[in-house]
Every structure is written in structure tokens, then in C-alpha cells.
């Protein structure tokens, strides 16, 4: 390993230590800017689900439409 591969685990590891004593105060700080955040992406996925569940079944329509018109004109 290099000097700049260690120097850069050093700096990795320093820094995990920093923000892990730190993070009481950051949760207690930002706690409720987390929650809110990751109950907005929570329901903005939802809302994605919903519409790509829509647009598979209206895939899943349009392909089985088309296998019957096909099926009638054999």
C-alpha cells in the first residue's frame, strides 16, 4: 500500500471516530428533520410503486390486447 492509501484509511478512520462521539448531539440536533425526511421519502416511494404498478399493468393489458387481435386474425 501506498502512503496515500494509508493516509487516506487514517483519515477514514478519524473521521468515524469524530462523528461517533459526535452523533448524540447531531441525532438530538437533527432528529426531527430525520424523521420528517424519511417519512416524506417514504411515502414518495410509495407513490412510486403505485404508478410503476399502474404502468405494468397497463403494459400487461396493452400486450395481452394485442395477443388477442392476433389471435382473431389467424
Same mark, same amino acid.
Given at each position: 500500500?501506498? %502512503? &496515500? $492509501?494509508? @493516509? @487516506?484509511? *487514517? *483519515? =477514514?478512520?478519524?473521521a468515524g +471516530? !469524530?462523528? #461517533?462521539? #459526535?452523533?448524540? /448531539?447531531?441525532?438530538?440536533?437533527? =432528529?426531527? +428533520? @430525520? +424523521?420528517?425526511?424519511?417519512? &416524506?421519502? *417514504?411515502?414518495?416511494?410509495? *407513490?412510486?410503486? $403505485?404508478?410503476?404498478?399502474?404502468?405494468? $399493468? /397497463?403494459?400487461e393489458? @396493452? !400486450? !395481452? %390486447? &394485442? /395477443?388477442?387481435?392476433?389471435?382473431?386474425? +389467424?
Open positions: 500500500m501506498t %502512503q &496515500r $492509501e494509508w @493516509l @487516506l484509511i *487514517g *483519515g =477514514g478512520i478519524a +471516530v !469524530a462523528v #461517533g462521539a #459526535g452523533l448524540p /448531539k447531531v441525532l438530538t440536533t437533527f =432528529g426531527p +428533520v @430525520l +424523521v420528517e425526511s424519511s417519512q &416524506r421519502a *417514504g411515502s414518495l416511494l410509495s *407513490g412510486l410503486a $403505485e404508478l410503476m404498478a399502474a404502468q405494468i $399493468e /397497463k403494459a393489458d @396493452l !400486450a !395481452a %390486447q &394485442r /395477443k388477442a387481435n392476433n389471435a382473431d386474425i +389467424v
